[in-house]
Every structure is written in C-alpha cells, then in structure tokens.
C-alpha cells in the first residue's frame, strides 16, 4: 500500500482497508456505518459544526474535550451549557429549546439512561464522545452506550483510536444517511489528507 495515500479520502485517499476498517467498527459499536478521520479532535470539531445549523441548539457537558467546544464554535447553532453531569440542569437548558437538540457528552460516565429518557420527552438527538469509554466499558470495550444497553437509542457515537487502541485517528458511527452526509460534507474529512 505504500506509505500514503497522495491526497485527502475524498477525493483520491480512500483505500479498502479504509473501507474494511470502517465496517468493522460499525459493527463493533452496534451502528450501519463509520467514518474514519485523521484524529479524534478532528472527529468533533469536523461532525458537530457539519451537523447542525442556525436553527439548532447544542447543549453540551460545561466539562466537555476541547474538541466538541470547537466544533460548537464553528458550527452556526445556538450553543447551552449544562453543569457537569447535572440531569437537573441539562433539561432546564432542553427547555429553554425547541425540538431537535443535540447533546454531547464526554469524560467521565455520563448518566445515558437520563439522556436517553430526556431524548425522548423533548425530541433530541444524542451525540456519544466515548474517547474514554471504548475500549473500557461495555461487552468487549463497546463502550459507554453498550454498558447501558443503549446504543439502539444514541444516535452518533464517536471514538478516538489515540486512547485504548493506541493509534492515532478516530471515527463516527451511526446511521448510513448521516455517515453518507458526512462523507460529503464534513470539512476534516474532506481537506485532511
């Protein structure tokens, strides 16, 4: 295979072990497809501010990598704190929005069962940093959302390879049309080679 790939995924980078690779880890975290990136920080930064738009709100974790606050930044959507692992505060800051939010965790175990209960009362979507949680938590280091047997009920799960699989890079997994979406959009997949 050489030692790189002459140009970003997008357009001439793309290889079949990238192809293999990302099924693989679809299957693993229990989602239709991943998509790999050059880095876990690349991962939110580039997902968070592709995803959403100027009629969105972000409610994040007020403890949350980096990564994800940058991707809040870049992305045009309204952007809410909740004070770490408060479930009390997190649904006042739902409140405060109307249907369609996205909640980002990251660090320490994050109370999923209560997210996914508010998911449910206020019509949100949930985005699952598990850059701690894979290789750790869950049936063979499925992470976070396995552990609770919640993965049917989270809808992008993100995971860095810089941790417990020791590499560098990271993915997201979820459904085919969002990863598809992704693909063509997402400006750290697209301009990273």
Not at 15 to 37: M, N, P, Q, S, Y
Not at 59 to 67: K, P, V
Request: glycine share 10%; proline share 1%.
């Amino acid at each position: 295979y050489g030692s790189g790939c002459a140009g970003s995924r997008f357009l001439n980078g793309t290889l079949d072990l990238h192809v293999k690779l990302e099924k693989e880890l679809a299957a693993f975290v229990g989602k239709e497809d991943a998509l790999c990136f050059s880095t876990g920080f690349t991962v939110n930064s580039g997902v968070i501010a592709c995803l959403t738009d100027r009629n969105d709100y972000i409610i994040c974790d007020d403890r949350d990598h980096a990564s994800i606050v940058d991707g809040r930044r870049l992305s045009f959507s309204q952007n809410l704190k909740y004070k770490h692992n408060d479930m009390a505060d997190l649904e006042k800051q739902l409140q405060k929005c109307n249907p369609d939010s996205v909640i980002s965790m990251e660090g320490d175990l994050a109370n999923l069962p209560e997210i996914v209960r508010l998911k449910h009362k206020y019509n949100a979507t949930i985005m699952v940093d598990e850059a701690h949680g894979l290789g750790v938590f869950g049936k063979q280091g499925r992470g976070v959302c396995d552990h609770f047997g919640l993965t049917d009920e989270i809808d992008l799960i993100m995971g860095t390879f810089s941790k417990s699989l020791a590499s560098i890079g990271g993915f997201i997994a979820a459904d085919e049309s969002i990863i598809n979406w992704l693909r063509h959009t997402a400006r750290t997949y697209i301009f990273s080679a």
